[in-house]
């Protein structure tokens, strides 16, 4: 119990009953009385209402997944959330009986008493306002580590990149709402898990298609880059399966711009040549790996595609496209249209 309030309660109750001493039989017991429940009402109110001196105002407290109710009421008294953990035990089951308490990061923005923190706890109120992200339709995992690193103060980026790289092409581009205190992992979690909510719209159309899914997330990664409307991306679809299926060469210019950062227009004939295994000038059949997180629109275009009699394409820098057959056509356009 606060010293203050165990000091004023000692003064308060000499005084009464040495007061009591010349009083009646019947009037030292009510006295008596009175002072039990002023006691009793005191240590009600240093331990359900007055939160601890050191109570951690402004920080944040984490429940990992899992937590018992006893080691969360331990953990609350150790980092002087609370006075008892006893007590706040008592108060979680009274609230919440036997349902699990809310998991997460719970910030505090001042003292709250020990009823405010079992209430806060079992009903998952945890004190932080969403933020709002948008990662864009084909975002890289390096153009999402800058977004959540320039939205989140502690977000690490360097562990994000480290899990987050190897699942490139899987992380679903949309707009999130996560707690200013989001870790990497949950953020990739969460993503991954959205992903795999957003595939299951088209599975039939890709056991239709008869690619396997890594396949068919290289080529949307491939479209995202690629092309701007739905039907440019069935179109150029319909061009790289023909290329892949009579063994040409895909020489798409977007791998590029994942393997050093160039677009088409900046491209020179020894970048052509760089030695890796996403550079489609190279090495046949689709890159190694996705180049980029494809939305829904590119992946479902990569399993619908649009038959044409097509084997080249290009863009010009409005973004107009021009479709022919054969290569002579290409050069062709190349020159009308790609002039300085």
Do not use: C
Not at 140 to 157: C, K, P, Q, S, Y
Not at 275 to 282: A, E, I, V
């Amino acid at each position: 119990m606060d010293n203050r309030v165990v000091h004023i309660l000692n003064v308060g109750s000499d005084f009464l009953l040495r007061k009591s001493k010349n009083l009646s039989v019947h009037k030292r017991q009510v006295i008596i009385s009175l002072v039990a429940v002023v006691s009793v009402l005191a240590v009600f109110y240093v331990v359900l209402y007055r939160a601890p001196v050191n109570f951690p105002e402004g920080g944040t407290i984490t429940i990992e997944e899992g937590a018992h109710l006893s080691g969360i009421a331990q953990q609350f008294e150790r980092e002087e959330v609370v006075r008892s953990a006893f007590a706040l035990r008592i108060l979680i089951l009274l609230f919440n009986g036997e349902r699990e308490i809310f998991a997460g990061d719970y910030y505090f923005n001042s003292k709250t008493s020990l009823l405010g923190v079992a209430q806060i706890i079992t009903r998952g109120e945890f004190g932080l306002v969403p933020v709002k992200v948008t990662l864009f339709e084909g975002a890289t995992v390096d153009e999402m580590a800058l977004i959540f690193e320039n939205n989140f103060d502690l977000f690490d980026v360097e562990e994000f990149l480290e899990l987050a790289l190897p699942k490139e092409g899987y992380l679903f581009p949309d707009t999130y709402f996560f707690l200013p205190t989001v870790t990497p992992k949950k953020v990739i979690k969460v993503m991954e898990e959205n992903f795999t909510a957003k595939i299951q719209e088209i599975s039939d159309d890709i056991d239709e298609f008869g690619e396997s899914l890594e396949d068919v997330v290289i080529m949307a990664s491939l479209l995202e880059k690629e092309a701007r409307t739905t039907k440019t991306r069935r179109t150029i679809a319909g061009i790289l399966w023909n290329r892949i299926a009579v063994g040409m060469l895909l020489q798409v210019d977007a791998v590029f711009l994942y393997i050093n950062g160039k677009n088409t227009f900046e491209l020179s004939l020894e970048d052509l040549q760089i030695d890796s295994l996403y550079n489609t000038y190279l090495y046949p059949g689709l890159p190694r790996g996705p180049i980029a997180n494809p939305g829904l629109d590119a992946l479902k275009a990569a399993v619908n595609p649009i038959e044409t009699s097509y084997f080249y394409y290009l863009s010009d820098r409005e973004g107009i496209m021009y479709y022919s057959k054969t290569f002579e056509e290409h050069k062709f356009n190349k020159e009308r249209y790609l002039r300085q």
